[in-house]
């Protein structure tokens, strides 16, 4: 299953999205590819913000990537495209600005991603949680959400492969 868990200020509230995850096999395979120093060099770091349209909040969006293959979050409100991160294999990042609101989060992973086009290259897969997330801030509190795009035994997240056209590049 895949980890979603929003988080109150400091303290770990209880209240956890419900659900069994369905998760596409290339999710939880494990890949080796070769990739050359060229590629590499165009390699986004791990945490670089590939798309900033909407930020400058309060709200903090941490992200796990367990997988073998690199992955690129997307966070949409309404129908715009807010923020893309990028998301190396086995590394963890945040987003610690996200502005209040509900976000769908959609995520693809695979290998030697092109920048121009936005896209991986090799062994992509589109999916997107299916449950929204929603960032509030108040006086004393902001909203801190958890993920984990890797499926985790005990997760409580679904999620939902998606059309690569569908997908917001």
Same mark, same amino acid.
């Given at each position: 299953?895949?980890?979603?868990?929003?988080?109150?200020?400091? =303290?770990?509230?209880?209240?956890?999205?419900?659900?069994?995850?369905?998760? +596409?096999?290339?999710?939880?395979?494990?890949?080796?590819?070769?990739?050359?120093?060229a590629?590499?060099?165009?390699?986004?770091?791990n945490?670089?913000?590939?798309?900033? !349209? =909407?930020?400058?909040?309060?709200?903090?969006? &941490? =992200? &796990?990537?367990?997988?073998?293959?690199?992955?690129?979050?997307?966070?949409? /409100?309404? /129908?715009?495209?807010?923020?893309?991160?990028?998301?190396?294999?086995r590394? &963890?990042?945040a987003?610690?600005?996200?502005?209040?609101?509900?976000?769908r989060?959609? *995520?693809?992973?695979?290998? !030697? %991603?092109?920048?121009?086009k936005?896209? %991986?290259?090799?062994?992509a897969?589109?999916?997107? *949680?299916?449950d929204?997330? /929603?960032f509030?801030?108040?006086?004393?509190?902001?909203? =801190?959400?958890?993920?984990?795009?890797? +499926?985790? &035994?005990?997760?409580?997240?679904?999620?939902?492969?998606?059309? +690569?056209?569908? %997908? +917001?590049?």
């Amino acid at each position: 299953m895949i980890s979603l868990r929003p988080l109150a200020g400091a =303290i770990l509230t209880s209240a956890l999205l419900t659900g069994a995850a369905a998760v +596409p096999a290339a999710a939880a395979t494990q890949d080796t590819v070769a990739v050359s120093s060229a590629e590499t060099a165009a390699r986004p770091g791990n945490g670089k913000i590939l798309y900033a !349209r =909407i930020s400058g909040g309060q709200g903090t969006l &941490k =992200i &796990k990537n367990g997988t073998a293959k690199d992955a690129v979050v997307t966070l949409v /409100r309404g /129908r715009a495209k807010a923020i893309s991160i990028y998301v190396r294999a086995r590394s &963890k990042t945040a987003i610690n600005d996200v502005r209040d609101g509900t976000y769908r989060i959609y *995520f693809t992973t695979g290998h !030697r %991603f092109s920048v121009s086009k936005g896209r %991986f290259t090799s062994n992509a897969s589109y999916q997107r *949680f299916d449950d929204r997330l /929603r960032f509030t801030t108040t006086a004393t509190t902001s909203t =801190i959400w958890s993920l984990t795009l890797n +499926p985790v &035994k005990g997760g409580n997240a679904r999620t939902s492969g998606v059309d +690569p056209n569908d %997908f +917001p590049a």
